[in-house]
């Protein structure tokens, strides 16, 4: 995951601890921007 959002520059250029989501990362994510702390919890509920 990490991989793709440097792939994709979603960092966040102001916050470098927010991430900005692309189409693909809205639909994990549920909202357009998320915190590193975030994160893990929001994709822990699409990984076992």
Do not use: C, T
Request: net charge positive; hydrophobic share 40%; glycine share 4%.
């Amino acid at each position: 995951l990490w991989d793709y959002i440097k792939k994709h520059n979603l960092q966040d250029k102001a916050n470098k601890r927010n991430i900005n989501a692309d189409a693909k990362l809205k639909e994990i994510f549920g909202k357009p921007q998320v915190s590193m702390f975030e994160l893990a919890s929001l994709i822990g509920k699409h990984v076992k």
